[in-house]
């Protein structure tokens, strides 16, 4: 079963900065997102997992160890506890940035709730950034990481866009079970399905019950270009991930994908001759 595009209107191919302006600053801490913001970006990528109290963090790992100077995983840890710990001197630099970092955004862990209140500012002062939000799986909390999510979203008063506007939040994962609750919950929320590989079932250009929009590795984009017009004849976007290198991007504007996920979003905007 297919499901038509959420926007009729074609848009120039998105720049989304994936956790963040990730190539400059430590991924998916506040500077990381400033910075992406400041470099032009039409929207923010972000992980988000539950911590042990039930607060959702911007982490990619199940665990700390690769991005802190802690150990342990997220799901078993409060946020207490992470907010303890060093997430941004991991990142070595062979030289200081050429922007200045808030003190303290550069090293503190990230909720959902502080990205989410930056992204409201922004767009308040006139920048209509958007969020990707990526679920991560498996979880030893099943459905309460979709749940909770919602329930902020909520909060915010993004979780139910009009079913014919644009929506300033869209909800991502490898997980179909995922996007299936959250497309349950929130019917009118965008839900993006991402890909490592084609599965045999999918190759038509179909996407399992609750994906709206097709979000393929950039190595299946490499492998399989033709996927992509495949996908747009069963009414499905095209979201990529992660295009880092001058020709990826290049192939993925000659495709016409609609949006590019890379850690360098100041560089790909320059590429495809936006700033």
């Not at 139910?160 to 939040?169: I, L």
Request: proline fraction near 7%; hydrophobic fraction near 35%.
């Amino acid at each position: 079963m297919t499901h038509a595009r959420q926007h009729t209107t074609r848009r120039p191919t998105q720049v989304v900065a994936h956790r963040g302006a990730s190539d400059d600053a430590p991924e998916h801490t506040l500077a990381a997102y400033r910075k992406a913001i400041e470099d032009g970006a039409d929207a923010l990528e972000c992980d988000v997992r539950l911590t042990a109290d039930g607060q959702l963090v911007c982490v990619h790992d199940r665990r700390v160890n690769r991005t802190s100077n802690g150990r342990g995983a997220v799901s078993a840890l409060e946020l207490a506890d992470l907010a303890t710990l060093d997430f941004g001197s991991w990142k070595d630099r062979e030289e200081s940035p050429d922007w200045d970092p808030v003190p303290g955004e550069l090293t503190s862990v990230l909720t959902l709730e502080r990205l989410l209140d930056l992204v409201r500012e922004t767009r308040a002062a006139g920048r209509p950034v958007e969020l990707a939000i990526e679920t991560k799986h498996p979880t030893r909390w099943a459905g309460q990481v979709e749940e909770r999510l919602l329930h902020l979203l909520r909060r915010f008063d993004l979780a139910d866009p009009p079913p014919d506007g644009p929506s300033p939040v869209r909800v991502m994962s490898f997980s179909a079970r995922s996007l299936h609750r959250v497309r349950i919950a929130a019917p009118n929320l965008p839900t993006v399905y991402l890909m490592q590989f084609i599965s045999p079932r999918l190759r038509d250009g179909r996407l399992p019950a609750g994906a709206r929009i097709a979000g393929p590795s950039m190595r299946i984009v490499r492998g399989h270009p033709g996927y992509v017009e495949r996908l747009r004849r069963a009414g499905h976007q095209t979201h990529v991930w992660t295009v880092n290198e001058p020709a990826d991007v290049d192939l993925c504007a000659r495709l016409g994908v609609d949006a590019i996920i890379t850690n360098r979003p100041k560089q790909v905007l320059s590429q495809l001759g936006r700033l």
